[in-house]
């Protein structure tokens, strides 16, 4: 019988107990989105989850966790999780931008790293179709003898902070802004406001008697495909309002690629462009080197706008 030393002895019986290390994903996985259901965001995550369990035989769940604290919160909790790819957040541009200089503990310095942008929420800026202006420069021209009242749906969203810019940059006040919980037709046929800053599905049923003075996002929106962009009236509020995948800057990369390779399948999938098309939702896949290059131009902008509603 062969002799072996103390040393390789143990080194053997080690291999022996050792456990072998579990493939990802072995169990359940979820998703934060960390707003309430029903929303776009909500629903592709959704879809995601969905595509991810059926590709991978675990369960996938969308947990909501919304918060009067915004986004931030739930956003939080994600960070404060393992970072093994079990905890998905599924976060809106807020997250990365300006999450890092909100005060939540867990979100300074920024913890995440972007796996993919999948969604632009489709924000335009509009108004009566019996409105006397039919541009944001002929807005401008209106408003210099009548200030018009805007509607939206939270001063810090950076769609409302860019459409304040806007004001700035091209030289008129707002008579009046608000906050309200819908911006839809009837927000504009009431005259409650005169201008809404809202999403594209909220006025779809009404289109034909609105005008779409411009549109809060990188393109063209596939239901208003004539509507200029902000950033081509103003070049320098080049800004939109998107949801895309997060993790833990310490999650194992061939993790995020499973993930990554599960999500990219979802917004190519015919539902989702289905969702795109019945909502004016841009839906698509920036993989994780751009996504990172948007999020940097998108604090450039985010700051520059600071700047100029400041003055």
């Known amino acids: 019988m062969p002799k072996f030393k103390p040393a390789l002895l143990a080194l053997l019986a080690s291999s022996v107990a050792a456990p072998a290390l579990a493939e990802y994903p072995d169990r359940p996985v979820s998703f934060v989105v960390p707003f309430p259901p029903g929303d776009l965001e909500d629903v592709l995550t959704r879809m ?5 369990q059926a590709k991978y035989g675990v369960a996938a769940a969308v947990v909501n966790k919304p918060s009067e604290g915004g986004p931030f919160p739930g956003a939080a909790e994600v960070a ?20 890092p200089d909100v005060g939540v503990p867990g979100l300074n310095p920024d913890p995440f790293e972007p ?4 969604l632009t929420y489709p924000f335009v800026i509009a108004t009566s179709a019996d409105k006397p202006y039919s541009t944001m420069a002929e807005l401008a021209e209106h408003s210099q003898s009548d200030p018009q009242l805007l509607g939206h749906f939270g001063a810090f969203l950076l769609p409302t902070q860019a459409t304040f810019a806007a004001a700035k940059e091209l030289g008129f006040e707002w008579g009046g802004e608000a906050s309200a919980g819908a911006l ?4 504009l046929a009431s005259g409650d406001f005169d201008v809404i ?3 594209i599905q909220q006025i779809l049923p009404c289109l034909d008697s609105v005008k779409i003075l411009a549109t ?20 320098d509020l080049n800004i939109s309002l998107w ?23 979802t917004m190519a999938s015919a539902r989702a462009q289905e969702l795109a098309a019945q909502t004016g939702a841009i839906v ?7 996504a990172k290059a948007r999020i940097a131009s998108d604090i450039q902008v985010s700051g520059r706008i600071a700047g100029m509603l400041e003055q």
């Open 80 to 99: 404060a999780a393992p970072a093994d790819g079990y905890t998905i957040g599924s976060f809106v541009v807020d997250i990365p931008v300006v999450g």
């Open 197 to 199: 800053n809202t999403t």
């Open 243 to 265: 949801n895309g995948l997060f993790v833990h800057k310490d999650t194992p990369a061939d993790v995020r690629e499973k993930i990554i390779a599960s999500a990219k399948e």
């Open 216 to 235: 809060v996002t990188e393109g063209p929106i596939s239901v208003v495909p004539d509507a200029p962009t902000l950033a081509s009236v103003a070049p």
């Open 115 to 118: 796996l993919g942008i999948f």
């Open 48 to 52: 995601i989850a969905e595509d991810f």
């Open 184 to 187: 839809d037709c009837n927000s």
């Open 284 to 290: 698509y896949w920036m993989d994780a080197e751009a």
